[in-house]
Nanobody, 122 residues
Framework: QVQLVESGGGLVQAGDSLRLSCAAS????????MAWFRQAPGKEREFVAG?????VVADSVEGRFTISRDNAKNTVYLQMNSLKPEDTAVYYC??????????????????WGQGTQVTVSS
């Protein structure tokens, strides 16, 4: 089992930055792929960024968001810069059982955190 705990969300203004953290515990390590997804009210959960064998960032956040991981701390980060009101959502951390998965697919991930709210005001 893998447990994921997100932190770092909050209320910010457009143009501000936030860094989300996801601390993993249990059967996890560099062998897992990790990702961030987000879900806005009334919308489907969408891929934001993932890191496994490669690193992938969604087109909608390319150039503004960066995903990174610290394997020694079992932590994945999402650095979000130049935030926009349309980035408002609950952000979820996810972990797969292996690194060799399609990073952008929701069903690649067996483990999910509880989510952290990010609200960007205009």
């Amino acid at each position: 089992q893998v447990q994921l705990v997100e932190s770092g969300g909050g209320l910010v203004q457009a143009g501000d930055s936030l860094r989300l953290s996801c601390a993993a515990s249990g059967r996890t390590g560099s062998s897992n792929a990790m990702a961030w997804f987000r879900q806005a009210p009334g919308k489907e959960r969408e891929f934001v960024a993932g890191i496994g064998v490669i690193t992938v960032v969604a087109d909608s956040v390319e150039g503004r968001f960066t995903i990174s991981r610290d394997n020694a701390k079992n932590t994945v980060y999402l650095q979000m810069n130049s935030l926009k009101p349309e980035d408002t959502a609950v952000y979820y951390c996810a972990a797969s059982a292996t690194r060799w998965v399609p990073l952008g697919a929701v069903n690649s991930y067996a483990y999910w955190g509880q989510g952290t709210q990010v609200t960007v005001s205009s």
